[in-house]
């Protein structure tokens, strides 16, 4: 197996790219693409993920639709929770949801703690990635979320709204709560360890739900272990944080050492460049929901945020968060080719 060292996204990561700025999107497969909605009127989404040819189908969808720079593995953050003892459902419309739920210290030490056994728990993922690495032309992302978001999904058993059980646990019996997060630690390492075994150029890693920390909680919850993850891994392979709330806490993820930060939208990104250390790249951030505007108000909010980056050789042109489900592919491909006919480019 090679890697791809010379495509302009993975340049961009490492702070050597020339030209103008590579762009992939958060959620770029998904059901705004109508090819992506009839595989979806046949299979159920966890059929998608498990079906080694269906997850290459679907990853390759938004490199053929929009001309992307990098495909995102289709998959999802929850995946994980299987090999840990929890049963995973996406039931239409009610978003995805979790069996048991972790509800005490004691639930905490009955993990189990084998983190090699993911190993035989994703050969269906092992397989799509080979055989994506034979047919893509891009970079493949693989990705995991960070552990404290995937802690809240296995406390609240969904997604959470107030996180009020995630928070009562951490601030009555923090000591349980770090064990938790440092078995998720473990576990997510052997899990981008095989990712990248089979393949994958580049980790992201989602913390969605890192801004409803306070920074102090941020730095003693996420930050320290986003930080192991990265140091577990190999040193050429780039990784990527995503942390909502980026602006706030700016200065614990560039000290958790990633080689990329991708930003959300609520703050500016000239900003977060000056903000960051030489050596880190930076991703992002324009508000999604700008995919909703009329096309010559989006392709101007792209074009200006094309000026603030330009000749920033260490930029990745992307979303601040997931492109929406309902968002028209017309929108979605008026932005990639905006950006890719660079900054001066007329609207048409
Ligand atoms: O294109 C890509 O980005 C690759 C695939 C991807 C999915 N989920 C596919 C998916 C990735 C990277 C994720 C990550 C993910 N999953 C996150 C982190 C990113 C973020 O958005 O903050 C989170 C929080 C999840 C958990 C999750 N999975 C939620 C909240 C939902 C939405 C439920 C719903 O009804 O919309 C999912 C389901 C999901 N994951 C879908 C897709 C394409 C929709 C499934 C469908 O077809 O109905």
């Given at each position: 197996m090679t890697r791809t060292t010379t495509a302009p996204f993975l340049q961009a990561l490492r702070g050597q790219n020339g030209g103008t700025p590579p762009v992939w999107l958060m959620r770029q497969a998904g059901r705004y693409l109508p090819a992506y909605r009839r595989l979806r009127e046949r299979y159920t989404f966890l059929e998608l993920c498990k079906t080694p040819e269906l997850v290459a189908a679907v990853t390759t969808m938004p490199i053929d639709v929009l001309g992307v720079d990098a495909a995102i593995l289709f998959a999802d953050i929850l995946l994980l929770a299987e090999p840990l003892g929890f049963s995973l459902r996406f039931d239409d419309g009610t978003g995805p949801s979790l069996s048991p739920t972790l509800q005490s210290a004691a639930d905490v030490d009955g993990l189990p703690n084998d983190p090699a056994a993911v190993n035989a728990a994703f050969d269906y993922m092992k397989a799509a990635i080979a055989e994506l690495k034979c047919t893509l032309q891009v970079p493949l992302v693989g990705f995991a979320a960070a552990p404290f978001t995937l802690a809240t999904y296995l406390i609240e058993g969904g997604t959470g709204r107030d996180f009020k059980r995630t928070k009562q646990w951490l601030f009555s019996d923090p000591d349980s709560f770090h064990r938790l997060l440092q078995r998720l630690t473990d576990y997510t390492v052997a899990y981008l360890q095989l990712q990248i075994r089979a393949g994958v150029d580049a980790i992201q890693l989602f913390d969605s739900w890192a801004h409803v920390l306070a920074p102090e909680h941020f730095a003693a919850c996420s930050a320290r272990y986003l930080a192991a993850i990265r140091r577990a891994l190999p040193k050429d392979i780039p990784v990527?944080?995503?942390?909502?709330?980026?602006?706030?806490?700016?200065?614990?993820?560039?000290?958790?050492?990633?080689?990329?930060?991708?930003?959300?939208?609520?703050?500016?990104?000239?900003?977060?460049?000056?903000?960051?250390?030489?050596?880190?790249?930076?991703?992002?951030?324009?508000?999604?929901?700008?995919?909703?505007?009329?096309?010559?108000?989006?392709?101007?909010?792209?074009?200006?945020?094309?000026?603030?980056?330009?000749?920033?050789?260490?930029?990745?042109?992307?979303?601040?968060?997931?492109?929406?489900?309902?968002?028209?592919?017309?929108?979605?491909?008026?932005?990639?080719?905006?950006?890719?006919?660079?900054?001066?480019?007329?609207?048409?």
């Open positions: 990527i944080f995503f942390c909502r709330g980026t602006g706030a806490y700016l200065n614990e993820i560039a000290a958790a050492a990633p080689n990329a930060v991708s930003a959300d939208w609520t703050t500016e990104i000239r900003q977060l460049r000056a903000g960051l250390p030489a050596g880190i790249a930076l991703q992002g951030n324009l508000d999604p929901a700008w995919l909703y505007a009329p096309p010559v108000e989006l392709a101007a909010a792209a074009r200006s945020l094309l000026s603030q980056m330009a000749g920033d050789p260490a930029y990745v042109f992307s979303l601040g968060h997931g492109v929406l489900p309902d968002v028209s592919v017309d929108a979605v491909r008026l932005l990639v080719d905006t950006v890719k006919s660079g900054a001066t480019a007329a609207v048409i």
